[in-house]
């Protein structure tokens, strides 16, 4: 982390002018305090990365104000600055917190390796508070990742083998398949651990707002800039920056991407200098790409060099052997979470679990089972603690269940509330009521051609008749 914002405080007006042109110079945002309470306030209400503090001061004291910043922030890193070289100036201000002290009259030049010095030392603090975060982080990830099915199996190698490298990956699937923590897993597993993973939703902000938020912008770059923010890709510089839902990114936005991956650089709104960053870029969509391409909706040179390569996350009606597994783990994680006894799913409520389609894919399993966790007051959850998968077997274009599912799911709606069954009369039942549907249909596509539905239905032509009467289907007369 790089210093930005710097503040001066000093009661001597030619050594703050002096230090700010200095400093400004070098390209950093400067602010001035006259003394130290002037100083506190505004170290209340900014984000300074180094301050750079008189020792001696009307008021509150530099030594005071040292103490009260190791209070209200204590990651602000504090250089001393006296025109008494004294061991006592320098050693109580070390004692006290301070990064490095300054004895006037001093040469600019001193100033700026000070400035050097501190830049180093808060990139290497970022980075060992970032490597200690990613790690357990991916300690977390590899226990957040679950499947065992095939196709799973097929992602985990795809990672393996793209995570050294820097090349760019476009992870493609429906909403709530878990691109993110596919994204993470990449940057976790590469060379970039302990630098920034940076992601952004290109769907969740304003198209006037995407690309200061990108790229960042200047100070008065337009009203409200009061001062200069570094975008996404400055702060994910060194590391990766993953944008998720980049098929929404408008058009004339998606020739900047471009050239970033192509220049491997950025102008910040509203500037005009170019600023290199090295960013690894991991981008996601639930859109077919290729289909916008053809539709003119995204630009095709970006698309190629998006999809160097694609990781395609199948949805998790396709991948139902996973489902049991991702179960238990929800049921851990929402007892833990909400510090509840740990609750199990009886087997029937797996298998309801399992034959659902999940058009909301892990998320809405991961919601479901909270809201079942949350509502049921017993410890084994039953098919009954999931009414809501019973009454919509499947919803959302290409997501139906098979038939068998469909029935099974209708089968066990009917029955839910019969405490006895008659017997013998079942088996008849259900046949009767899925042979007359089936009858019926094949007959309205042959339009009552009876040799034709008779050899679609695999049946000759005189059971066919019997059953059209036992079942009082009418023919219809065209």
């Known amino acids: 982390m790089s210093i930005n914002n710097i503040l001066v405080a000093d009661d001597e007006e030619s050594m703050r002018w002096v230090l700010s042109k200095a400093l400004k110079k070098k390209g950093f945002n400067v602010e001035l305090a006259k003394d130290g309470n002037e100083a506190l306030k505004l170290i209340k209400d900014n984000n300074y990365d180094l301050a750079l503090i008189d020792i001696k001061m009307p008021g509150v004291t530099g030594l005071e104000l040292l103490d009260r910043v190791k209070e209200e922030r204590a990651d602000l890193m504090v250089v001393i600055m006296t025109a008494e070289a004294s061991m006592k100036n320098a050693v109580e201000a070390m004692k006290r917190g301070a990064y490095d002290y300054l004895t006037k009259p001093f040469d600019l030049s001193v100033v700026d390796a000070v400035v050097e010095k501190v830049s180093r030392a808060r990139e290497m603090t970022s980075q060992v508070s ?84 990108l790229f960042g912008f200047e100070k008065g770059a337009f009203t409200g800039a009061t001062e200069r923010k570094l975008g996404k890709f400055e702060q994910a510089n060194g590391g990766t920056i993953f944008l998720d839902e980049i098929g929404d990114m408008p058009i004339d936005l998606q020739a900047k991407i471009l050239r970033v991956l192509q220049e491997r650089e950025i102008t910040r709104t509203g500037g005009n200098q170019s600023i290199p960053v090295d960013v690894r870029v991991v981008a996601a969509t639930n859109q077919d790409l290729e289909e916008s391409v053809r539709n003119k909706q995204f630009r095709e040179d970006l698309y190629y060099r998006l999809n160097v390569i694609p990781i395609q996350l199948v949805p998790l009606r396709d991948r139902k052997d996973d489902i049991p597994l991702l179960v238990q783990y929800f049921l851990n994680k929402i007892c833990a979470e909400l510090e509840a006894p740990l609750k199990r799913c009886s087997a029937d409520a797996v298998k309801l679990l399992t034959g659902y389609n999940w058009p909301g894919n892990i998320r809405e399993l991961e919601n479901t089972i909270k ?108």
Do not use: W
């Open 371 to 478: 809201r079942a966790v949350i509502l049921s007051p017993d410890p084994l959850l039953v098919a009954s603690d999931f009414p809501g998968l019973r009454s919509r077997p499947s919803e959302g274009k290409g997501e139906e269940l098979s038939l068998e599912g469909i029935v099974d799911l209708k089968l066990r709606t009917c029955f839910t509330n019969m405490e006895k069954m008659e017997s013998g009369d079942v088996h008849a039942m259900v046949l009767e009521q899925v042979e007359r549907p089936l009858i019926r249909f094949v007959l309205e596509k042959t339009r009552g051609n009876q040799v034709k539905a008779a050899d679609i239905l695999g049946i000759n032509r005189n059971t066919l008749r019997k059953k059209i009467t036992e079942l009082g289907i009418e023919l219809r007369k065209d």
């Open 130 to 213: 970032l490597l200690k975060e990613e790690l357990a982080d991916r300690y977390q990830l590899e226990k957040t990742i679950i499947g065992n099915s095939p196709a799973m199996r097929e992602v985990y190698k795809t990672i393996g083998k793209v995570a050294p490298s820097d090349v760019t990956v476009l992870v493609q699937g429906e909403s709530g398949t878990g691109k993110e923590l596919i994204a993470r897993a990449i940057h976790y597993n590469s060379k970039r651990l302990g630098k920034p993973f940076v992601p952004l939703n290109c769907a969740a902000i304003p198209k006037e707002l995407l690309e200061s938020e």
